[in-house]
């Protein structure tokens, strides 16, 4: 077993349990401030890998995520809230847990080190998409299972990990890892750990999603407009993004059910929402190209 570094006991919370409750929070606190700072001095490795899972989407690949535990289900939020940020097909950007559906829910006992089921679940992978295995220990079996499989059949691998000596940091491609150090409790890596790797999925997935389009600005202009809160935010941006009053944003909106691409063109180039999607077509849907093209003509 190579060294757990997310094992180590910190040094700096030996008294956490004598400590007064807000000396306790300051105490974690102080702690967490580590965090941004190591997942910042990675950032070269968390743009390479935003720029090979935009690549992929570009050629018709998908982003596989893939973890035990804590960061199995950060894998899976993360995917899930893709389809309703960015408005891609759920298919885009799936993920896997050891133990399947019930580990979401709770521990299911020794998932993590079945290579086997690793291999299993792997099958899903082509050679187009890209994998991303997710562990703070780096060392579950389980992902070493996905990668040979991914590797067996020429599939792009990244390692999100919290220690350099663990397995999946020299089994992996591409590696990404945030060494925060001890845990305020030792081994509980849904903190720091846990932290971090939210951190590093939340710019994979927004930093790929911005490089093949799906942003204005600084605007989510995929969105899906399924609520009360959303539709007022659909609202805005259209009003925003087309310089027009709110009410004539949702004249458009509503014509174009719901789109806001469709919806801002139609708005700039006076069209019907038709048109408009033929013209976003032109440009891959992209609505940064279409409106840089109308402005230079």
């Keep these: ?142 992902l070493l299972g996905v990668l040979e499989k991914a590797d067996e059949i020429g599939c792009a691998t990244i390692g999100i990990t919290c220690n350099s000596k663990g397995r999946i940091a020299q089994e992996a491609g591409h590696v990404i890892c945030t060494e925060v150090g001890p845990e305020v409790i030792a081994g509980s890596s849904r903190l720091k750990a846990g932290t971090a790797q939210k951190m590093v999925l939340n710019m994979l997935s927004t930093g790929s999603m911005i490089k093949i389009g799906k942003t204005y600005e600084n605007f989510m202009i995929d969105l899906k407009a399924v609520n009360e809160k959303l539709k007022d935010r659909a609202i805005r941006i259209v009003s925003q993004i087309a310089n027009v009053s709110n009410s004539d944003a949702l004249a458009s909106l509503l014509k174009s059910n719901w789109e806001i691409k469709t919806s801002i063109i139609m708005l700039k ?7 408009a999607r033929k013209e976003l077509k032109k440009y891959g849907g992209v609505l940064r190209r279409l409106i840089n093209a109308e402005s230079a003509v």
């Design 269 to 275: 180039m006076d069209c019907d929402a038709d048109e």
């Design 1 to 142: 077993m190579s060294e757990v570094i997310t094992e180590y006991r910190n040094e700096n919370t030996k008294d956490i349990d004598l400590l007064s409750t807000i000396d306790m929070v300051r105490k974690m606190n102080e702690e967490d401030q580590i965090v941004a700072k190591v997942v910042g001095d990675v950032a070269p490795d968390i743009a390479i890998a935003i720029d090979m899972i935009a690549k992929a989407f570009l050629k018709g690949g998908r982003l596989f995520y893939f973890g035990a535990g804590t960061s199995g289900r950060l894998g899976v939020l993360d995917a899930s809230e893709c389809p309703p940020t960015f408005s891609i097909d759920p298919s885009m950007v799936q993920a896997r847990i050891a133990g399947g559906q019930d580990a979401m829910l709770k521990a299911v006992e020794g998932a993590e080190d079945n290579f086997e089921q690793g291999l299993e679940d792997a099958k899903v992978l082509t050679d187009k998409d890209v994998c991303v295995v997710i562990s703070a220990s780096g060392n579950p079996k389980y």
